[in-house]
């Protein structure tokens, strides 16, 4: 069964087929092949015979087979050790890891066995894990009062590579009775090569071991260098009833794993959530709890307060907090939390992902990126996946499709979290958002497939809603008889969208259609991205009357007087007037039917909010004269019955030069009011002269 899936995984991994029968043959070697094995399958000698054509008449022949033999691959033990040790693992301080899982594997086993009532707990003083370091001899002692192993077991699991003990363990389990239904779940080795890892950093490996099952059974012990044989005693006056130590002496170039700081470093990164406690030097390293490995109902507030100080190194509470297990597609039990607060608010570096993904309580990656979309890294939790499909040094896993199976339950799921915050709490929510929706407007330019989850946590302000958010939920109920659009004005702030220009038609009527205030860029691009919410097509107000006439009604205008009116005969000459005083910023004049207290508006194909956009990019990409391609189109809309639309049209009958300097001043300010970027500079100046001309009138009128 394990060399079928070394088979499956290695082909999976890129490998040829033969290199995958290498590998295969590399950890599955029967018994007698101990410390030896596929020296020849080594070989480098990839050289074919060349080819010669040769004229001849081929025919089929069947083959004649004579002299069959069957034999075993050999292999060039110091090699193999070599590989297992050196090319298996990329980083050294694994070997921690790995010694430490044994431990913990053989202390559940002990466990196991106690409760089955196969062996008993001794006088060892319980289950646990010490460790000990000595810089001055250059050693490391790693012992476990777990299971032990006798002179066979020893010969079998330590003298065999890739045969591990713990998958035959947990075989002979599945067919016998489950004894507190969490035995199997709980053992770590699988593969049967951790061991060896040892030899990546010590000259010699020195186990003395005492079975817990075999009452009275003499000690063990088993000693290598690693360099293809080891050496088997038994040993009696052992310092320990049951267990095994473990002495590593270190190579010269890797003496920082005798020292105590090191070591606790590698055991709290790998370890630190491992059953049973873990002594280093007579204190204990892991005092924290794998509480997504726990019923939520035994869990309390004040260990996950404790777990989230630790996953986010801060003090700082969290917001929410979801503690999520399944069985499909994979076997996964997680805990994620959302903090209350976030790095980029203070425009300081990006989050660094905070999700870590675990394999039966040890770590296989810190900050897995890959287990949720880059817009959610303000996440912080475990993943912890019994079944992953590990590669044999356990910093990686096979299966991609697998792996992105996880990734879109897991973003399901913490999308649905946030959801079911918002039915417990909505000002709650709400107070969040407020600090966080950065990243969530990210995730609705990016993530298609969630985009519906996504748009139900999106909060924003509205006409209709003086204090706070609302939803677009919300809205669409707020939307009047017959309404198809929705309508959104976008500006710094509230104040400023509701004095805009464009909001006038909004603002005269009872009956006019609720409008979504923006006061984020980023929103009218999404808005834009997206196109509509249930069926209504999301429009910004500032357009042309013909986009938002009919949800408008019929809109009253303010006085009929047409003596205060541009005189009909007019509006042509005056409008062709006006565009030509206003050069290429703009395309056309239009008359205004929506107008009541604004002189005249413009827009254009961009938003104001847009043009911001734009200008801004521009800018950073060192353009000169970054708006000068947008106003080509203006519309520029004039109300005919304002008074200064029909004294500027009586002006420029009698002074074009000075009408003309008021329309550019018109113009600036329409623009201004409107928040559409503008030439500032030429701006104030043509404002100064302006002034300069209403102060000379005025004192020329009064001498
Ligand atoms: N401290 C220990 N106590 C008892 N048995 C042990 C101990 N360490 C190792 N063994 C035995 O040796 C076997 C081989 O260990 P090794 O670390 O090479 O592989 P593994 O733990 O089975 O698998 P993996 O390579 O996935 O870690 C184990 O399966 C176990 O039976």
Redesign the pocket.
Do not use: H, P, R, W
């Given at each position: 069964m394990l060399s079928k899936l070394i088979i499956k995984q290695a082909i999976r991994s890129g490998a040829s087929q033969r290199q995958a029968l290498l590998q295969r043959t590399l950890f599955t070697a029967p018994k007698s092949m101990r410390f030896m094995a596929l020296n020849r399958c080594f070989s480098t000698d990839n050289s074919r015979p060349q080819q010669v054509e040769i004229e001849t008449e081929m025919v089929e022949q069947e083959p004649v087979i004579s002299h069959t033999e069957k034999k075993e691959f050999r292999a060039e033990t110091r090699k193999l050790l070599d590989i297992v040790a050196k090319s298996i693992y990329t980083d050294k301080e694994v070997f921690v890891r790995?010694l430490i899982?044994?431990?913990s594997?053989?202390l559940e086993k002990q466990r196991y066995s106690e409760i089955a009532g196969k062996a008993t707990s001794g006088n060892t003083g319980g289950l646990f894990i010490n460790i000990t370091t000595n810089e001055k001899e250059r050693t490391l002692t790693i012992f476990?009062s777990?299971?032990?192993?006798t002179r066979d077991?020893v010969t079998d699991?330590?003298g065999t590579i890739a045969?591990?003990?713990?998958?035959e363990f947990m075989k002979n389990l599945q067919g016998g009775a489950q004894v507190d239904g969490q035995a199997l779940d709980s053992i770590?080795?699988?593969?049967?090569?951790?061991?060896?890892s040892t030899f990546i950093v010590a000259d010699s490996v020195e186990v003395f071991?005492k079975s817990g099952l075999e009452g009275g059974a003499k000690g063990v012990r088993w000693v290598s260098d690693g360099s293809g044989d080891y050496e088997v005693s038994t040993v009696e006056n052992l310092d320990f009833e049951r267990g095994?130590k473990?002495v590593l002496k270190l190579k010269p170039e890797s003496r920082e794993f005798s020292r105590e700081s090191e070591v606790e470093k590698i055991v709290k990164k790998f370890s630190l959530f491992i059953n049973y406690p873990i002594k280093l030097n007579g204190q204990l390293v892991n005092n924290l709890q794998a509480i997504w490995y726990r019923e939520k109902r035994d869990v309390t507030e004040d260990e996950y307060e404790r777990f989230f100080e630790h996953l986010g190194n801060t003090k700082v509470p969290y917001k929410f907090k979801l503690h999520y297990s399944t069985d499909v597609p994979l076997t996964i039990k997680a805990v994620f939390y959302v903090p209350s607060t976030h790095q980029e608010k203070m425009g300081m570096t990006q989050e660094t992902p905070n999700l870590h993904l675990y394999c039966r309580k040890v770590l296989i990656k810190e900050g897995a990126t890959e287990l949720l979309p880059s817009y959610l890294r303000f996440i912080k939790g475990v993943v912890d996946c019994e079944d992953l499909p590990l590669n044999i040094s356990r910093e990686t896993y096979q299966d991609s499709a697998l792996i992105s199976k996880l990734r879109n339950v897991i973003t399901r799921r913490v999308l649905k979290m946030l959801e079911d915050e918002i039915k417990r709490d909505s000002d709650r929510y709400d107070n969040w958002f407020e600090t966080f929706n950065h990243f969530l407007k990210e995730g609705l330019m990016m993530d298609s497939e969630n985009k519906e989850s996504l748009l139900r946590l999106m909060r924003y302000s509205a006409t209709f809603k003086e204090k706070g958010f609302i939803s677009l939920d919300e809205y669409v109920k707020k939307m009047k008889a017959g309404q198809q659009k929705i309508y959104y004005v976008t500006a710094q702030t509230r104040e400023g969208a509701i004095n805009n220009p464009f909001m006038e038609p909004f603002k005269n009527s009872e009956d006019a259609p609720p409008v979504l205030i923006l006061t984020n860029n980023i929103d009218e691009v999404c808005f834009n991205q997206i196109g509509e919410y249930k069926g209504h097509k999301f429009v910004n107000i500032e357009t042309s009357y013909d986009e938002i006439s009919k949800d408008l009604g019929v809109q009253q205008p303010s006085s009929t007087d047409s003596a205060n009116s541009l005189p009909e005969e007019d509006v042509t000459t005056f409008s062709l007037w006006l565009k030509s005083e206003l050069g290429s910023s703009v395309g056309k004049v239009s008359i205004s039917k929506r107008l009541k207290d604004q002189p005249a508006i413009i827009f254009g194909q961009m938003s104001s909010s847009m043009r911001m956009v734009m200008q801004m990019m521009e800018q950073q990409q060192g353009s000169t004269n970054p708006n000068s391609d947008m106003n080509k189109n203006n519309t520029l809309e004039i109300n005919p019955k304002h008074p200064i639309i029909v004294k500027l049209n009586e002006l420029r009958k009698k002074d074009p030069k000075r009408a003309g300097m008021i329309a550019g001043q018109l113009m600036d300010n329409v623009m201004l009011s409107t928040g559409i970027p503008f030439n500032l500079h030429d701006s104030v100046s043509r404002n100064f002269k302006v002034m300069n001309d209403y102060l000379n009138a005025v004192s020329v009128k009064k001498l």
């Open positions: 790995e899982s044994n431990c594997d053989a476990d777990g299971i032990g192993m077991e699991n330590l045969k591990s003990g713990s998958q770590i080795g699988q593969f049967g090569v951790g061991f060896y071991t095994t473990i």
